[in-house]
């Protein structure tokens, strides 16, 4: 069926899905050991049911199950009865051939199977039909009882929403028999898109729900981690940021979408691909003609209508509208909320639309046009003019859509709305020829309109577009007769080109400085410089010192606090870098109170930025989150979500990342991501969520991610951010990569360029963290080339080996020489640094002077790990703890080896970090020390008098408490408003309540938000 229709390119492995997976083997585990197991997956076409189950049957089929599996076809009512029994039992007589099949069965009685398969024989069609069928179940229902007694079975029904009634009906009995019915999990697939409310599989789905041994399962589209990363398997390389966006934005994370849209080439298709065009109309032509008319003019109308938008423009009246739509929501196409209606996916609207004949699209966007025209309130609040804009302009009106774009443009820039106002900008560029008396028209010059479109493509951040709009305006102004408009936009266009990497900002910050030197126009000569500052080739040294105190006093003399707040912010930047952490909080501490008094709201934003890096640098890492959060708030407020909102995301995640608390970190990044950040935004979450998935175990998923975030460096040679903030967490998690693969050379490859490539010693903060994990491949090294010297046999072997190892082994002394070199070299600051350094010394064997450091390898890794209890950071603290007790071992301390290792196999059992349990359990196997087993269940919260709540869900359910609503919570912890009540319905679940004033009740009788008896591990 659809899988044959066109040449798409699927994805090799499956992506996104490892807990879907989880949860299937947790079903086969329980049929297993005996007990009844049904899973019931519903999900959108294309979103992957078929492939999980496939996946998931295969790994079940190699380690012993029997995998029997039959589809359901779309074929009406009267199509092929019990066709995926017929297709099973095809399946098992290829297998088996029909008389092994009746060989399994009382007396050989096969007969009813010739109802379903010709092989079987005649159909005894003298029967009473009744009897026949019930005995039919009773044969199948023995067959699979039959087969279980050899090998588990996973039986798999898939597209049950195609189920004729006597699939259904065996189905049905099957599963209800399953307590008599050992070591079979039966598996059901069905479209939930599809189950309109009348659709016959509802009633049954609901009643198997009820049932203790059925579970049900809806897959979710993708995220934006998956997504972007099932582009890059089915094209084979990173998608550019543009062609990831888009694909996001069209196919909203369904797999079969994303292969849909992208060509052969990796490229994205602009028309929608006749097959899946197909498939997203089905449902739509199905629909009465009066209700197609309707969704033909609410998909000019965009992805969500007005209801009385919608009424206006169609001419009816709101409850003829209704009924009109109705079938259309009761057959899933769209979706009605309060006061509108929305696609179902934005591809069903683009698919209506692009079904649109020419003359009738322009007709309805001239009718919005109009409409929206004479009542700007069918619009939501401040969009009026804006959508009205975007209507004449694919009505074709040229004068029209000029002028309402330039109206439209101011309009968004009030609203906030930066990505809008440059799309409107251009927009009244691009017209401007076609429009012979355009200045008139809209009473400005072409010259502010480019100044103005280079503004809003700086704070929308587009520095490409930004930079052509800045040099189209540099052309015509006169430097000489508006010097400080000249030295602005060369200020503007230095600033972006900073963001590209593919000009040098410093020519034009030179001309600028020229056009206004002290005395004139000392405002702009004030931005100039605290740009300048910020883009030095040395940003943290004394000449940015010098242009950011130059910044900073003539600010204060012009009274421009904007630039004041960021230039303090400089120096703060300046002092965390290179003197001391506690003065740039400070100053910091100052820069806010300046910007809260005076209403300095952009600026202010960057005293977030700054507030919390310093913080989490420092190992404050609750308040740095805290404080990212707030900035993120105040982001959202400002319009600037998607970019200085995700950059504070960044900010929010490094710390969770550091107290291991990963799920939430995944949350947060997830939704940043999924507001498309700025290409270096995104590079960082992703590093983040690589670091995750690499401690987790997901090597696969660590693996892509560090690609792709290698991919995104290589194009954007970013000069200004050469200081390592990207690229050192890079190296981090590409070593550390290479060690779980146990690659050494290729870990010290990394670390060897890094070391070329970087100035390591002026960017402590970033570099601690990579000496200590290069050193760990170098003693790591050594101990391997230790290990072959004792267990390698043959001559010949021997000495080819044994050179490599010696050059190995070189090579690894070389290296650690000179990452000792630059450690003797380093600063090290902060608590968080100081653990980073004894780690290093404990991992060289040679300490700084003034600590433990020259002791016994027991004492360094107590004392390594000693600094990272201190620093809050769980998950190096369990890395230190093994270490410790490694150490401990060789020296011959059983009890200290055993009593560290314990703590740490808690930690790492807590975090979910499955290699160093792994690694833990296999150093306890080997000296036989006793560490409890791994716990079930896993989170911080485990100790708390709350019923299994993650350390998440606890924090979800005290925002219950205090009467959030979703979308309250979803702001508060920088999630989508979906998983915040994703994490409602499992807080209910766990406290087994129904309704949230029960949840807060319930919180409330267990004291759940008292703090914790003292010695018991904090939720946090
Ligand atoms: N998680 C995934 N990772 C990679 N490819 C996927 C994933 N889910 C689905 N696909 C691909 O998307 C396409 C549609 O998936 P399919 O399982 O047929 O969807 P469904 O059965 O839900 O309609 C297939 O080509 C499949 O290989
Ligand atoms: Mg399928």
Same mark, same amino acid.
């Given at each position: 069926m659809l899988e044959h229709m066109s040449s798409r390119i699927s994805s090799p492995v499956l992506v996104g899905r490892a807990e879907h997976l989880a949860e299937l083997d947790a079903a086969l585990g329980r049929a297993r050991a005996g007990g009844p197991s049904a899973m019931l997956i519903g999900g959108e076409a294309g979103i992957g049911k078929s492939r999980l189950v496939s996946e998931f049957a295969?790994?079940?089929?190699?380690?012993?199950?029997?995998?029997?599996?039959?589809?359901?076809?779309?074929?009406?009512?009267?199509?092929?009865?019990?066709?995926?029994?017929?297709?099973?039992?095809?399946?098992?007589?290829?297998?088996?051939?029909?008389?092994?099949?009746?060989?399994?069965?009382?007396?050989?009685?096969?007969?009813?199977?010739?109802?379903?398969?010709?092989?079987?024989?005649?159909?005894?069609?003298?029967?009473?039909?009744?009897?026949?069928?019930?005995?039919?179940?009773?044969?199948?229902?023995?067959?699979?009882?039959?087969?279980?007694?050899?090998?588990?079975?996973?039986?798999?029904?898939?597209?049950?929403?195609w189920a004729d009634r006597s699939t259904r009906d065996l189905t049905a009995f099957l599963i209800g028999s399953q307590p008599v019915l050992d070591g079979v999990l039966v598996v059901v697939t069905y479209r939930s898109d599809e189950l309109h409310r009348t659709h016959p599989l509802r009633p049954l789905l609901a009643e198997l729900g009820r049932l203790s041994w059925v579970e049900r399962m809806e897959l979710p589209r993708l995220g934006r981690l998956h997504a972007d990363e099932l582009v890059a398997r089915i094209t084979g390389r990173e998608p550019?940021?543009?062609?990831?966006?888009?694909?996001?934005?069209?196919?909203?994370?369904?797999?079969?979408?994303?292969?849909?849209?992208?060509?052969c080439d990796g490229g994205l298709s602009t028309e929608l691909p006749e097959s899946l065009r197909d498939l997203l109309l089905a449902a739509v032509q199905r629909l009465p003609e009066q209700t197609q008319e309707l969704l033909r003019a609410a998909s000019a109308g965009g992805q969500r209508t007005g209801h009385a938008l919608l009424a206006a423009v169609t001419g009816l009246a709101g409850d003829d509208l209704t009924a009109g739509l109705r079938p259309a929501v009761a057959a899933n196409?769209?979706?009605?909320?309060?006061?509108?209606?929305?696609?179902?996916?934005?591809?069903?609207?683009?698919?209506?639309?692009?079904?649109?004949?020419?003359?009738?699209?322009t007709r309805l966007h001239t009718r919005f046009a109009e409409v929206l025209g004479s009542d700007a309130g069918l619009a939501?609040?401040?969009?009026?003019?804006?959508?009205?804009?975007?209507?004449?302009?694919?009505?074709?009106?040229?004068?029209?859509?000029?002028?309402?774009?330039?109206?439209?443009?101011?309009?968004?820039?009030?609203?906030?709305?930066?990505?809008?106002?440059?799309?409107?900008?251009?927009?009244?560029?691009?017209?401007?020829?076609?429009?012979?008396?355009?200045?008139?028209?809209?009473? !400005?010059?072409?010259?502010?309109?480019?100044e103005q479109a280079a503004a809003a493509a700086q704070t929308a951040d587009e520095p490409e577009r930004g930079i052509a709009f800045a040099s189209a305006a540099l052309k015509e102004?006169?430097?000489?007769?508006?010097?400080?408009?000249?030295?602005?936009?060369?200020?503007?266009?230095?600033?972006?080109?900073?963001?590209?990497?593919?000009?040098?900002?410093?020519?034009?910050?030179?001309?600028?400085?020229?056009?206004?030197?002290?005395?004139?126009?000392?405002?702009?000569r004030a931005r100039v410089l605290l740009s300048e500052s910020k883009h030095l080739a040395e940003p943290h040294g004394l000449q940015g010192r010098a242009a950011a105190e130059e910044a900073l006093s003539l600010a204060q003399q012009v009274g421009d606090t904007g630039t004041q707040v960021s230039a303090l912010c400089e120096l703060a930047c300046i002092e965390s870098h290179t003197a001391s952490d506690a003065v740039a909080l400070e100053i910091l501490a100052q820069a806010r109170s300046l910007a809260r008094r005076t209403g300095a709201l952009r600026p202010l934003l960057h005293v977030f930025v700054n507030e919390s890096h310093v913080l989490e640098g420092i190992g404050e890492h609750e308040r740095a989150a805290q404080v990212a959060r707030s900035g993120i708030a105040s982001a959202r407020d400002y319009g600037l979500a998607r970019t200085?909102?995700?950059?504070? %995301?960044?900010?929010?995640?490094?710390?969770?990342?550091?107290?291991?608390?990963?799920?939430?970190?995944?949350?947060?990044?997830?939704?940043?991501?999924?507001?498309?950040?700025?290409?270096?935004?995104?590079?960082?979450?992703?590093?983040?969520?690589?670091?995750?998935?690499?401690?987790?175990?997901?090597?696969?998923?660590?693996?892509?991610?560090?690609?792709?975030?290698?991919?995104?460096?290589?194009?954007?040679?970013?000069?200004?951010?050469?200081?390592?903030?990207?690229?050192?967490?890079?190296?981090?998690?590409?070593?550390?990569?290479?060690? %779980?693969?146990?690659?050494?050379?290729?870990?010290?490859?990394?670390?060897?360029?890094?070391?070329?490539?970087?100035?390591?010693?002026?960017?402590?903060?970033?570099a601690w963290p990579v000496l200590a994990i290069g050193a760990r491949a170098c003693a790591a090294g050594v101990a391997v080339t230790r290990d072959r010297a004792v267990t390698r046999d043959r001559a010949t072997t021997r000495d080819r080996t044994a050179s490599r190892d010696r050059a190995a082994a070189e090579q690894a002394d070389d290296l650690l020489g000179q990452l000792r070199m630059l450690a003797g070299k380093m600063d090290c600051s902060g608590p968080v640094q100081r653990a980073s350094q004894l780690t290093f010394a404990a991992e060289t064997g040679a300490g700084p002077a003034?600590?433990?450091?020259?002791?016994?390898?027991?004492?360094?890794?107590?004392?390594?790990?000693?600094?990272?209890?201190?620093?809050?950071?769980?998950?190096?603290?369990?890395? %230190?703890?093994?270490?410790?007790?490694?150490?401990?071992?060789?020296?011959?301390?059983?009890?200290? !080896?055993?009593?560290?290792?314990?703590?740490a196999a808690e930690l790492a059992d807590q975090l979910g970090a499955q290699p160093l349990g792994e690694e833990i359990g296999t150093l306890a196997r080997s000296a036989r020390l006793a560490v409890r087993a791994g716990r079930q269940g896993r989170g911080p919260a485990e100790g708390r008098p709350a019923p299994g709540l993650t350390a998440r869900e606890f924090e979800v359910l005290r925002l219950v408490a205090a009467g959030r609503s979703n979308p309250e919570i979803a702001a508060e912890l920088y999630i989508s408003t979906k998983t915040a009540s994703v994490h409602v319905s499992n807080i209910l679940a766990k406290l087994g309540v129904s309704g949230r004033g029960e949840a807060a009740a319930a919180a409330h009788r267990m004291r759940l938000f008292e703090p914790a008896p003292a010695g018991e591990a904090g939720a946090g």
């Open positions: 295969a790994t079940a089929g190699r380690a012993g199950a029997r995998v029997l599996a039959g589809a359901c076809l779309d074929m009406g009512t009267d199509g092929l009865l019990f066709a995926p029994y017929a297709g099973v039992l095809r399946e098992l007589v290829r297998d088996l051939g029909a008389d092994g099949v009746a060989a399994l069965l009382p007396s050989h009685a096969t007969r009813e199977f010739a109802r379903l398969l010709p092989e079987f024989g005649e159909a005894d069609t003298e029967a009473d039909p009744a009897v026949a069928r019930a005995r039919l179940f009773e044969q199948m229902l023995t067959l699979l009882e039959r087969l279980a007694e050899a090998s588990p079975v996973v039986l798999i029904i898939e597209d049950a929403h550019g940021p543009r062609l990831a966006d888009e694909v996001y934005l069209r196919a909203e994370g369904n797999p079969l979408f994303v292969e849909e849209l992208l060509c196409v769209l979706r009605a909320d309060q006061d509108g209606y929305m696609f179902r996916h934005a591809l069903i609207r683009e698919a209506v639309y692009d079904d649109l004949l020419p003359g009738e699209r939501a609040p401040g969009r009026g003019p804006i959508e009205q804009a975007h209507h004449w302009y694919y009505a074709h009106d040229v004068a029209g859509a000029l002028v309402s774009a330039w109206q439209a443009a101011a309009a968004a820039g009030h609203a906030l709305a930066h990505a809008e106002q440059l799309t409107l900008l251009a927009r009244v560029l691009e017209l401007w020829d076609k429009v012979p008396d355009a200045a008139e028209r809209i009473g !400005a010059s072409h010259l502010l309109v480019l102004i006169d430097p000489a007769a508006e010097p400080v408009r000249a030295a602005l936009l060369l200020e503007t266009r230095a600033t972006l080109s900073s963001h590209t990497g593919r000009m040098d900002p410093h020519t034009d910050l030179q001309a600028a400085l020229e056009l206004v030197p002290p005395g004139v126009g000392d405002a702009a200085t909102g995700t950059f504070l %995301a960044i900010n929010v995640a490094e710390p969770l990342v550091s107290l291991g608390r990963w799920d939430e970190a995944i949350e947060v990044i997830e939704h940043a991501l999924a507001l498309s950040p700025p290409q270096l935004n995104r590079l960082a979450l992703r590093i983040l969520a690589g670091e995750i998935a690499l401690r987790r175990g997901d090597l696969d998923g660590a693996r892509a991610l560090a690609a792709a975030a290698r991919a995104a460096l290589a194009r954007a040679p970013y000069i200004g951010h050469r200081e390592g903030q990207y690229y050192l967490p890079l190296i981090h998690l590409e070593t550390g990569l290479s060690l %779980a693969q146990g690659s050494l050379a290729d870990a010290r490859d990394v670390m060897a360029a890094a070391i070329d490539g970087f100035d390591l010693v002026r960017d402590p903060r970033y003034d600590t433990a450091g020259a002791g016994p390898a027991v004492a360094r890794w107590d004392a390594a790990a000693a600094a990272w209890e201190r620093a809050v950071d769980p998950y190096q603290l369990a890395v %230190a703890m093994l270490r410790a007790a490694e150490a401990a071992m060789a020296a011959g301390d059983r009890d200290g !080896a055993a009593g560290r290792l314990r703590r």
